[in-house]
């Protein structure tokens, strides 16, 4: 695969990102930017390695990629992180929280549902493929234990993963500081190729216009999605814990 067509679909990447943290941010009412993201093809055998130390204990919440592609999307913290996003939707300290409760952990399934499906709702809109997620399950446990679950699954479609992966900073009373929320996005070899081949016409397109392909993202979202791409739509039938067993709710 060639590293041209990587950089064709980052744009598309980044602008899907930086809506989910927008979308993430009206939940919870506290500002939430993206400082930094990564766009790699890496073999399954790295992808633990893309998601930190793989000993230590961590809060995922994990979404299927459903509708015309396939695929997994995991959001991954560190608990106290977990704690801190849980207190801020639910109006409490942050150290009174437990995660393993059944409204906090409703909570953090709620805000993967929200973040996740804004980001394949725009990488959806601006490729023309209609992706879905399904209902959010989350898991405490090792890092490496939670991919280890994924890349057993995208083993059996192929040998490479491409791993899109981002951090967050939380922006209050003036002062920035870093949220470890890995998110993770894997689609499946077949929907990579469409996502590729798809965001390739589209920078075509732009590179025609005289347009950067942001810019495109827009200008193919239907008019009442262009002004906010937000709304997360019907999620699927089939429930996240088939993959990811080890849920609370």
Avoid: W
Avoid at 46 to 70: D, H, L, N
């Amino acid at each position: 695969m060639s590293s041209e067509r990587l950089a064709r679909f980052r744009p598309l990447v980044v602008s899907a990102l930086e809506r989910a943290g927008t979308s993430l941010s009206e939940m919870a009412g506290i500002q939430i930017e993206v400082t930094s993201s990564s766009l790699d093809l890496v073999p399954l055998a790295q992808v633990p390695s893309s998601a930190g130390s793989a000993e230590a204990v961590a809060v995922g919440i994990y979404v299927a990629m459903t509708g015309q592609g396939q695929g997994h999307v995991l959001l991954l913290m560190d608990e106290p992180v977990a704690q801190q996003l849980a207190g801020a939707l639910l109006f409490e300290e942050p150290s009174g929280v437990c995660i393993t409760d059944e409204l906090p952990a409703s909570a953090l399934a709620e805000a993967g549902n929200v973040s996740c499906s804004a980001f394949m709702n725009l990488l959806g809109d601006a490729t023309g493929i209609l992706l879905e997620v399904t209902p959010p399950a989350v898991v405490q446990d090792m890092r490496g234990a939670i991919v280890d679950a994924i890349v057993a699954d995208v083993a059996l479609l192929g040998d490479e993963a491409l791993v899109i992966g981002t951090r967050f900073n939380l922006i209050s009373e003036g002062e920035s500081q870093a949220l470890d929320v890995r998110f993770l996005v894997i689609p499946s070899p077949e929907t990579l190729e469409q996502l590729l081949t798809r965001a390739n016409a589209l920078a075509v397109a732009a590179s025609e216009r005289g347009l950067k392909p942001d810019d495109m993202v827009v200008s193919r979202l239907p008019r009442s999605e262009a002004k906010s791409v937000t709304e997360v739509r019907p999620t699927a039938t089939r429930d996240a814990e088939g993959l990811v067993g080890r849920t609370s709710r």
